[in-house]
T-cell receptor
Framework: DGGITQSPKYLFRKEGQNVTLSCEQN?????MYWYRQDPGQGLRLIYY???????QKGDIAEGYSVSREKKESFPLTVTSAQKNPTAFYLC?????????????FGPGTRLLVL | QKEVEQDPGPLSVPEGAIVSLNCTYS??????FMWYRQYSRKGPELLMY????GNKEDGRFTAQVDKSSKYISLFIRDSQPSDSATYLC???????????FGAGTQVVVTP
């Protein structure tokens, strides 16, 4: 089956700890995205990547980092600099320039702070 | 003021009723409008994609855009319990542009 997988489903972070959220797609999509979803705020773009080895900051990149070493993978690291990391994190992918019509979302990772 | 406003609900309707959802926006440059459905603890899925003003119909779903009023709507006819979800609107100035999302409206369809 083609699709996007995210792991883990739930993740717990301790104070001062960096954690990494996994996102893998087998849709052969060029572009990948990370969004954060908070209650009452909709989705906000953290980072996006149009091509391997290249990525750009979204609206709320502070405290996050990404890498795009393979077309299929776009992991997100939530660093200790992110002071309010509790949220639902969604990864998405799309066919390049037609991303609005072809953007598929993964099932999400819920991050909680201990 | 948020660029896209959406009533969070919850909106509760009996099975078979028409569900009416809407979003208002402030940026007159928005031309591309989308509606997503998101089930609890899942990722959103695209329901409707429209350009500029007018209506678009797909099965039980109808999307309307009124750019003069900066107002978009989604109607769900003959609602089913399986339509119970959160519905998110999103919009952009360009077909390649960054999306601005509404906060989402929770819909509950009761049998």
């Amino acid at each position: 089956d083609g699709g996007i997988t995210q792991s883990p489903k739930y993740l717990f972070r301790k104070e001062g700890q960096n954690v990494t959220l996994s996102c893998e797609q087998n849709l052969n999509h060029d572009a990948m995205y990370w969004y954060r979803q908070d209650p009452g705020q909709g989705l906000r773009l953290i980072y996006y990547s149009q091509i391997v080895n290249d990525f750009q900051k979204g609206d709320i990149a502070e405290g996050y980092s990404v890498s795009r070493e393979k077309k299929e993978s776009f992991p997100l690291t939530v660093t200790s600099a992110q002071k309010n990391p509790t949220a639902f994190y969604l990864c998405a992918s799309s066919i390049g320039d037609y991303y609005q019509e072809t953007q598929y979302f993964g099932p999400g990772t819920r991050l909680l702070v201990l | 003021q948020k660029e896209v406003e959406q009533d969070p609900g919850p909106l509760s309707v009996p099975e078979g009723a028409i569900v009416s959802l809407n979003c208002t926006y402030s940026n007159s440059a928005f031309q591309y409008f989308m509606w997503y459905r998101q089930y609890s603890r899942k990722g959103p899925e695209l329901l409707m994609y429209t350009y500029s003003s007018g209506n678009k119909e797909d099965g039980r779903f109808t999307a309307q855009v009124d750019k003069s009023s900066k107002y978009i709507s989604l109607f769900i006819r003959d609602s089913q319990p399986s339509d119970s979800a959160t519905y998110l609107c999103a919009m952009s100035a360009n077909s390649w542009g960054k999306l601005q999302f509404g906060a989402g409206t929770q819909v509950v369809v009761t049998p």
